[in-house]
């Protein structure tokens, strides 16, 4: 796949950039008027998305026909390959970290939001805090099976 923010971008309605590596847009999970979706590429190449009419990052991928890893940069396979710690079986080990990195994104949005004075929503301070209840209990299910080995 080509440049994850390239690719991403080339296939949503009404893109604007508003800074170095932030644009807005047309949701395409939703009928949008007006540009609801945030964009933004960190230093390490991630896309983080966040759609301020309430659609799900999932949903918004599936509109354009992309899935969550694809807002990640392809990256070699670590030496020898992915190795989870012994305890938790390797496709839970995936699930958790995906579903890690899908909130704690959420989390780094609405931080980013409020600290560059932009207003957040009470729904998005609610989701912000449903995702550290999240990340918590993923923190909370590693630890338990760590302490049992």
Request: glycine share 10%; charged share 30%; hydrophobic share 40%.
């Amino acid at each position: 796949m080509a440049d994850p923010s390239s690719e991403l971008l080339s296939r949503l309605n009404g893109v604007r950039k508003t800074g170095p590596g932030r644009w807005v847009a047309c949701c395409p999970a939703h009928e949008d008027r007006t540009p609801s979706l945030s964009i933004r590429q960190v230093d390490d190449g991630r896309i983080l998305i966040h759609d301020f009419g309430g659609c799900g990052v999932e949903d918004v991928l599936a509109a354009v026909g992309l899935e969550v890893k694809d807002l990640f940069p392809p990256r070699d396979p670590p030496p020898g390959g992915f190795r989870p710690r012994q305890g938790i079986p390797e496709t839970r080990a995936r699930e958790l970290i995906a579903l890690a990195a899908r909130e704690a994104t959420i989390c780094a949005i609405v931080a980013g939001d409020v600290l560059e004075g932009r207003g957040t929503s009470v729904a998005d301070c609610q989701r912000a805090r449903q995702a550290v209840e999240v990340i918590e209990g993923i923190a909370r299910e590693v630890r338990h099976v760590a302490s049992h080995r």
